[in-house]
C-alpha cells in the first residue's frame, strides 16, 4: 500500500484526482479506522491543489466523509463541532482565499449532522 505522501506527490504531479486515486485515499485514510488532523489538513490541500479541475466526482464524497469522521467521531465532542475544531475548519476553509463547491458542500453536510454549527462556519455560507 502507498503512503498517503506517495498519493499527495502523484496527485499533485497532475493535478487532478481520479476514481483510483480516490479509492487508493480512502483505503490508506481509513486503514486504522479513523481520521486524524494531519490527514484531514491533507486533504485540504489536496482540495486546494485540484480545486476547479475535472476530479472524479467520488473525490468529493470521500472529502466530505473523511473530514466529517475527523470532526464529528472524535472522543472530547463526539457529533458535534467544538470551538478548536470550528476555528480549525474556518482556517482550512479560508486559507486559500475562496470556499469551491467541494468546501461548501462539506459545509451544508456537516450543518445537517452535527448537533451544533458554530457562527464562525455560518458565516461561510453567506
Not at 30 to 52: P, Q, T, W, Y
Not at 97 to 126: A, R, Y
Given at each position: 500500500?502507498?503512503?498517503?505522501?506517495?498519493?499527495?506527490?502523484?496527485?499533485?504531479?497532475?493535478?487532478?484526482?481520479?476514481?483510483?486515486?480516490?479509492?487508493?485515499?480512502?483505503?490508506?485514510?481509513?486503514?486504522?479506522?479513523?481520521?486524524?488532523?494531519?490527514?484531514?489538513?491533507?486533504?485540504?490541500?489536496?482540495?486546494?491543489a485540484v480545486s476547479g479541475k475535472a476530479n472524479?466526482?467520488?473525490?468529493?464524497?470521500?472529502?466530505?466523509?473523511?473530514?466529517?469522521?475527523?470532526?464529528?467521531?472524535?472522543?472530547?465532542?463526539?457529533?458535534?463541532?467544538?470551538?478548536?475544531?470550528?476555528?480549525?475548519?474556518?482556517?482550512k476553509i479560508k486559507g486559500d482565499g475562496q470556499i469551491d463547491s467541494t468546501e461548501k458542500?462539506?459545509?451544508?453536510?456537516?450543518?445537517?449532522?452535527?448537533?451544533?454549527?458554530?457562527?464562525?462556519?455560518?458565516?461561510?455560507?453567506?
Amino acid at each position: 500500500m502507498k503512503s498517503l505522501e506517495q498519493l499527495k506527490n502523484e496527485i499533485l504531479a497532475d493535478g487532478i484526482i481520479d476514481s483510483a486515486e480516490v479509492k487508493e485515499l480512502e483505503t490508506v485514510l481509513f486503514a486504522d479506522g479513523k481520521i486524524d488532523e494531519a490527514e484531514a489538513s491533507l486533504l485540504f490541500e489536496l482540495n486546494n491543489a485540484v480545486s476547479g479541475k475535472a476530479n472524479h466526482e467520488s473525490w468529493e464524497t470521500l472529502f466530505i466523509k473523511a473530514v466529517s469522521s475527523y470532526l464529528l467521531e472524535d472522543e472530547t465532542s463526539a457529533g458535534e463541532i467544538d470551538t478548536n475544531e470550528a476555528e480549525w475548519l474556518y482556517d482550512k476553509i479560508k486559507g486559500d482565499g475562496q470556499i469551491d463547491s467541494t468546501e461548501k458542500n462539506l459545509l451544508l453536510h456537516l450543518k445537517s449532522v452535527s448537533k451544533n454549527f458554530p457562527d464562525n462556519l455560518e458565516t461561510l455560507l453567506k
